[in-house]
């Protein structure tokens, strides 16, 4: 066998085991992160954020349901849930087992494209171009799992006030339609949120720049979003190769600093199409988001670049 053969060989067989690992092992890897953020009001008791997204589900995902509703256990004062739960025509029974128990602590949520329509097997080349052209999949039963989580008592935060203390801290709370298939329709919510609420909260399932601009502009504190899958595919020191959206690679999951006062934060999500089952280095997620007060004016006033907080990506 000449070296030629040797090289075609094993690239074969290790591109075949790191497909292996991505569609069988990684995606399946359900695990918590967790970061602690500054931006409650001074004062204020910490709050504990969960945040869900990119769930994708299907009717037989027994795994992904059991996870899910086992982080009811976390006791969360808050679950923030920011869209494409759905993955096929009869999965509203499933995202409803998997949100089951946290539907009994506070929750707001928006929904994304994959809330509405079905995913479609697609090249995957055609993430690696920017292109307004969308190939839409079946309609899906979005109705169903709006009235299901409005019943148990989650709010819909889409072009919405929401006003809700949780834990003794009042929030004021408004989102958008997926701005990922342009139904952001950010003058429904426009200004700054009435008083002076402990927590300035914005939902938006795509992060798309225009819409966290608004948000920041007008003082939220924290803006949270789903849809980049934080990459879904990363590479050893390189991170995500795209994000599917407006922001850059390096935010695709995590937070970091969205201008001078508002934290964004971005779940890398529980899920996949079915049509692309795979993650490599970026394994499916759920957020635990300590909420903290932010540093007392003496105190930033003394802080250093050494000395203040780092971006958490």
């Known amino acids: 066998m000449n070296s030629w053969a040797r090289v075609a060989i094993g690239a074969t067989t290790t591109g075949a085991a790191t497909v292996a690992y991505a569609a069988g092992v990684e995606r399946r890897r359900w695990t918590l992160r967790e970061v602690t953020l500054p931006v409650l009001a001074e004062?204020?008791?910490?709050?504990?954020?969960?945040?869900?997204?990119?769930?994708?589900?299907?009717?037989?995902?027994?795994?992904?349901q059991r996870w899910v509703a086992e982080l009811a256990a976390l006791e969360p004062?808050?679950?923030?849930?920011?869209?494409?739960n759905l993955a096929h025509p009869r999965a509203v029974p499933a995202a409803v087992a998997a949100l089951g128990p946290l539907l009994d602590r506070p929750g707001l949520f928006v929904f994304g494209s994959n809330d509405y329509f079905g995913p479609t097997p697609k090249n995957p080349a055609r993430y690696l171009v920017k292109s307004k052209r969308r190939i839409h999949g079946e309609p899906l039963p979005w109705r169903d799992l709006r009235a299901a989580l409005i019943e148990r008592g989650w709010d819909d935060a889409t072009h919405s006030r929401v006003q809700l203390t949780v834990s003794g801290v009042h929030v004021s709370a408004a989102g958008v339609d997926d701005p990922h298939l342009g139904l952001d329709r950010y003058g429904r919510i426009a200004g700054r949120p009435d008083g002076e609420p402990g927590l300035r909260l914005g939902l938006t399932h795509s992060p798309e720049p225009r819409v966290l601009d608004r948000f920041a502009a007008d003082g939220y504190d924290l803006v949270m979003a789903g849809h980049t899958h934080g990459g879904q595919l990363r590479l050893p020191g390189v991170g995500a190769i795209v994000t599917n959206c407006g922001i850059d690679r390096s935010r695709a999951r995590g937070a970091s600093r969205w201008g001078?006062?508002?934290?964004?934060?971005?779940?890398?999500?529980?899920?996949t199409s079915p049509f692309a089952p795979v993650r490599f280095f970026c394994p499916p997620e759920a957020s635990l988001l300590t909420l903290v007060p932010r540093p007392s004016v003496a105190a930033a006033a003394r802080a250093t670049p050494a000395s203040a907080a780092a971006d958490v990506g």
């Open 77 to 84: 004062d808050l679950v923030v849930n920011t869209g494409d």
């Open 43 to 64: 004062g204020a008791r910490p709050l504990r954020v969960l945040h869900v997204s990119d769930l994708h589900i299907t009717p037989r995902q027994h795994s992904k």
């Open 260 to 271: 001078a006062h508002t934290w964004l934060h971005v779940s890398a999500g529980l899920g």
